[in-house]
C-alpha cells in the first residue's frame, strides 16, 4: 500500500513517510523509497532532526546514511509487537506495543544490549502514545479502556478516566488543567477534577457520528 501512515520532517528539511513498502523520503525534488526489513508504521523526529521508526515488531532509528534502520530492541525484546506510535521528547523518544513502552532517553546512544533502553510493561491493547504537558501518557483499549501516566519511572492510571469509553486516539490539553481525549467511536471526552464526561460541543456530535481513524 502507498498510504502514509505517518510522515515527519527530518535534518535539513527532508520529509519522511511511512507507508507498507518502507519509508518515502523526499528532498523538495526528488522521492526516494528506503526498504526495511519490516514495514514501517510510525515516525517521529528529535529536536537534531534524527528519525525515529515504529515497525511491525521492532522499531530502530535511520542510520547516518538514511539507507536502513538501525534496530533499536534488545535480543530478549525481539517481536514485541507492531510498534504503531512513536513520539520524541525533550526527555528522549518513546515507543509503544500493544504490551510495553520503551524509552531511549535523550542523549544516549542504543547499544546491541539495549542498555541504554528504559521497559515498562504496560497492559494488552495499549494503543495510543502522547506527551501532554511534558507528561507521558498512555492510552488502553480493549475490555479496560483508561488512561495511564509514567510517573517516577512508573506507568500509574490517570485520576477520572475509567469513564472513557472507546478507544483513546490522542490527548490533548484543553483549558487550564483540563484534558480533551479523542476516542474512535464515542466522540470526545473532557478530563476535568479527576473525572471524565462527554464533551458536549458540534464537534463531538460530528466525531460521535462519524468514526475517528487516527489524528
Same mark, same amino acid.
Given at each position: 500500500?502507498?498510504?502514509?501512515?505517518?510522515?515527519?520532517?527530518?535534518?535539513?528539511?527532508?520529509?519522511?513517510?511511512?507507508?507498507?513498502?518502507?519509508?518515502?523520503?523526499?528532498?523538495?525534488?526528488?522521492?526516494?523509497?528506503?526498504?526495511l526489513s519490516s514495514a514501517p508504521l510510525s515516525l517521529a523526529a528529535d529536536a537534531?532532526?534524527?528519525?525515529?521508526?515504529?515497525?511491525?515488531?521492532?522499531?530502530?532509528?535511520?542510520?547516518?546514511?538514511?539507507?536502513?534502520?538501525?534496530?533499536?530492541?534488545?535480543?530478549?525484546?525481539?517481536?514485541?509487537?507492531?510498534?504503531?506510535?512513536?513520539?520524541?521528547?525533550?526527555?528522549?523518544?518513546?515507543?509503544?506495543?500493544?504490551?510495553?513502552?520503551?524509552?531511549?532517553?535523550?542523549?544516549?546512544?542504543?547499544?546491541?544490549?539495549?542498555?541504554?533502553?528504559?521497559?515498562?510493561? @504496560?497492559?494488552? &491493547?495499549?494503543?495510543? %502514545? /502522547?506527551?501532554?504537558?511534558?507528561? #507521558?501518557?498512555?492510552?488502553? $483499549?480493549?475490555?479496560?479502556?483508561?488512561?495511564?501516566?509514567?510517573?517516577?519511572?512508573?506507568?500509574?492510571?490517570?485520576?477520572?478516566?475509567?469513564?472513557?469509553?472507546?478507544?483513546?486516539?490522542d490527548v490533548v490539553p484543553f483549558d487550564r488543567d483540563q484534558l480533551l481525549i479523542? @476516542?474512535?467511536? &464515542?466522540?470526545?471526552? %473532557? /478530563?476535568?477534577?479527576?473525572?471524565? #464526561?462527554?464533551?458536549?460541543? $458540534?464537534?463531538?456530535?460530528?466525531?460521535?457520528?462519524?468514526?475517528?481513524?487516527?489524528?
Open positions: 500500500s502507498s498510504a502514509f501512515t505517518s510522515v515527519v520532517q527530518g535534518r535539513d528539511g527532508i520529509v519522511y513517510g511511512a507507508t507498507r513498502a518502507g519509508i518515502t523520503e523526499f528532498d523538495g525534488a526528488r522521492w526516494r523509497l528506503i526498504q537534531a532532526g534524527t528519525v525515529y521508526v515504529g515497525c511491525q515488531g521492532d522499531f530502530g532509528r535511520l542510520a547516518p546514511s538514511d539507507v536502513a534502520a538501525q534496530p533499536l530492541p534488545p535480543p530478549d525484546e525481539r517481536l514485541c509487537g507492531d510498534v504503531e506510535r512513536t513520539v520524541a521528547t525533550e526527555r528522549g523518544v518513546y515507543f509503544l506495543s500493544p504490551q510495553k513502552l520503551f524509552h531511549l532517553p535523550a542523549g544516549k546512544e542504543p547499544n546491541s544490549s539495549g542498555e541504554t533502553l528504559r521497559v515498562y510493561n @504496560t497492559p494488552p &491493547n495499549s494503543n495510543c %502514545l /502522547c506527551v501532554v504537558k511534558d507528561t #507521558v501518557v498512555v492510552g488502553v $483499549g480493549g475490555d479496560s479502556h483508561r488512561l495511564l501516566t509514567l510517573e517516577d519511572d512508573e506507568l500509574v492510571p490517570l485520576p477520572g478516566s475509567e469513564g472513557i469509553e472507546g478507544y483513546v486516539l479523542v @476516542t474512535n467511536a &464515542n466522540g470526545l471526552f %473532557l /478530563c476535568d477534577r479527576g473525572r471524565s #464526561v462527554p464533551f458536549r460541543c $458540534g464537534a463531538g456530535r460530528y466525531a460521535q457520528r462519524h468514526r475517528a481513524w487516527r489524528l
